[in-house]
């Protein structure tokens, strides 16, 4: 807890948790202890009126503690994005100035593309005296290379990760370069992913998993067979341009 | 347990447990649970008569399970390490003909750089019988973040990894081209790279950390200060080269 001029009593601390891919049991113990010790549990709220990933993630593991869902609308416009991470910080920031410690679940890994960074960002650039720590997490590409039984990187394999709004141009460059590239969140431009593929015959060297680890997660393997697939948000493509293909690559 | 006609009893299975960067605490209940059940615990001897890593991590979290440390060579020559793999696997091979359940703990995420990638693709090679599972664990970037306290990737940010291999030339590349860029082991070209760093004018946009997550962990930063650095053989830097320095950056 940290202790300022302006308030009677110590402040409490923001911890970003890190809750892992979607199988409860990928939560750390460290995550599961700061969880548990927590006064106020924050996390995205779902949409339309489900609940989100993080929440079914902690759902187990909850108690008595206050919940705080908080708000993170799926737009792209920045002035509404902004808005809304400040909204979320002043939530916090009333729940910390009463001496109350908040605990943040993010799904994967919170630092990866995760919600609290711009919840974190938010609080600590209007509200300076707010102590803020953070917990890592699995991370998907890392849950989804253990489901499919293959490495992510080997020896010197240089790794590209790419997210939802990459261009074909740098996918290009990638594919060129690297020699394992990771596509977040691919279902929005799979058809376009899949030609660019077969171009360059790298169709056996790729894979595909969408919701990895939760119960409805699904495996798309060989893409040959796949030139279009309906994907749901949480979906990523492997794709290993600098390998051969596997297992027999390697020794 | 996979059963096999050329066995008497089922076989055992080999789980790949990735058991975080450092922080026994940074193991998930997932990893937790395959070590406590498990019949044999294997990991990578250490070096110098020193318990790795790996072995340092799950030290806390052991019961009765039988030890097997494996010898995981530190030299470069492919005929070297593919001999050392595949003793390796042959020594697993013996427990899982027997009917044992394996776990092979790994530092970090098990697929990630990890030994594990060597162990499962000899055995699956030789032993095609074997059952291999895998667990997911925190990687060294994601732990390295929360450390610092900084995002790792936000929004359309384009994410490379270079492991300890890398060219100049890699990096150049590597700058120019994406928005955070990650470098493992970064300890034997440390200067180099602070000079290519400091020609791009990035230095304030770096971060160097050593051992996170370990009671011995280090942090250097600003760059400016540290032109040299002895680092340990787990220190990484996190280069920013997209992104205005944080946290000012956004939203």
């Known amino acids: 807890m940290a202790s300022h001029p302006d308030h009677p009593f110590p402040l409490g601390t923001l911890t970003g948790l890190g809750v892992g891919p979607g199988d409860p049991d990928l939560i750390t113990l460290k995550a599961l202890k700061?969880?548990?010790k927590a006064d106020v549990v924050a996390f995205p709220q779902g949409r339309n009126g489900q609940p989100g990933l993080a929440q079914r993630i902690?759902?187990?593991?909850?108690?008595?503690?206050?919940?705080?869902?908080?708000?993170?609308?799926?737009?792209?416009?920045?002035?509404?994005?902004?808005?809304?991470?400040?909204?979320?910080?002043d939530r916090v920031w009333q729940h910390l100035s009463q001496g109350h410690n908040v605990v943040f679940a993010c799904?994967?890994?919170?630092?990866?593309?995760g919600t609290f960074n711009y919840l974190a960002l938010s609080l600590e650039r209007r509200y300076p005296a707010a102590a803020v720590d953070r917990v890592p997490g699995i991370c998907s590409p890392m849950a989804a290379v253990s489901a499919l039984g293959?490495?992510?990187?080997?020896?010197?394999?240089k790794l590209v990760v790419l997210p939802a709004l990459y261009t074909v141009a740098d996918l290009d460059t990638a594919l060129t370069w690297a020699d394992v590239v990771v596509l977040l969140k691919v279902g929005s431009v799979y058809s376009q992913v899949w030609q660019l593929l077969e171009q360059r015959q790298l169709l056996e060297q790729s894979w595909v998993i969408a919701n990895a680890?939760?119960?409805?997660?699904?495996?798309?393997r060989p893409l040959t067979r796949y030139p279009s697939l309906e994907l749901p948000y949480f979906s990523l493509m492997v794709i290993r341009p600098g390998a051969d293909p596997l297992p027999q690559a390697l020794p």
């Open 34 to 36: 700061c969880l548990q």
């Open 58 to 89: 902690i759902a187990p593991h909850l108690g008595q503690q206050l919940l705080l869902p908080l708000e993170f609308p799926y737009v792209l416009d920045q002035a509404q994005l902004s808005e809304a991470w400040d909204r979320a910080g």
């Open 107 to 113: 799904e994967g890994d919170l630092s990866f593309y």
């Open 150 to 157: 293959i490495p992510l990187t080997v020896q010197s394999d």
């Open 213 to 220: 680890t939760q119960p409805s997660q699904q495996i798309y």
